[in-house]
């Protein structure tokens, strides 16, 4: 379903390379966005949730998260006014890992805010990777996907940029596939999510 994601050739972009590349195509009359998230720890510096999180602040990491709803919300009414339909799949691995369950309760907040969200079982989608884990991309229409990187302490590090037409096709289709299999967000939050307790302390 992705084999040609990972066949095709790709230009290194640094992390402030790939952000304005994005946003340049992000506001060039696209019409979809489609975001495929796999990675289960990540770190987000910054984030003031996300550093009360890792030092085990759990209550308080849940109430920051309300510090982004403006910041949401005009982005997500930028994003409306320039037409881009926008997806997001998040596969989530069981256990759920301490980073994911904290950020499903962000991704809870985009729901909320009408964001397009859905989650995937990674179990369901075991015979799709015994070779590649599916890819961590976006991609933004059938100009260009980003392959986003990651360092070996989950801190974001830019993107392999795609343009060759076919792969950018096959791997939009591939999400699509996957997109109508996923599961509702809030039905999987409140099934799988909501119940668990404080994670432990990330170190």
Do not use: C
């Not at 998230?37 to 003031?48: L, P, T, V």
């Not at 919300?73 to 890992?97: A, I, S, Y």
């Not at 009408?114 to 989650?119: C, Q």
């Amino acid at each position: 379903m992705f084999d040609s994601f990972h066949r095709s050739e790709s230009e290194r972009l640094a992390r402030p390379d790939y952000h304005a590349d994005f946003y340049r195509v992000h506001g060039s009359g696209i019409t979809d966005m489609r975001k495929l998230e796999r990675g289960q720890h990540f770190q987000e510096r910054g984030f003031a949730s996300w550093e009360a999180f890792a030092e085990g602040r759990w209550d308080e990491a849940l109430s920051l998260i309300e510090e982004k709803r403006p910041v949401y919300t005009e982005q997500f009414r930028k994003t409306g006014e320039l037409g881009v339909l926008t997806r997001r799949l998040r596969v989530v691995e069981f256990p759920v890992t301490p980073y994911v369950q904290w950020e499903l309760h962000v991704l809870r907040l985009q729901v909320e805010l009408g964001n397009e969200i859905r989650v995937m079982d990674a179990r369901n989608i075991a015979d799709l990777e015994k070779e590649h884990p599916v890819p961590e991309v976006v991609i933004l229409g059938d100009e260009v996907m980003f392959g986003v990187v990651y360092d070996d302490e989950g801190n974001a590090a830019g993107a392999n940029r795609y343009t060759d037409r076919t792969a950018i096709e096959e791997t939009a289709t591939g999400f699509d596939v996957l997109y109508e299999r996923g599961e509702d967000f809030m039905t999987f939050f409140d099934r799988e999510i909501a119940p668990l307790p404080a994670p432990a302390v990330v170190s």
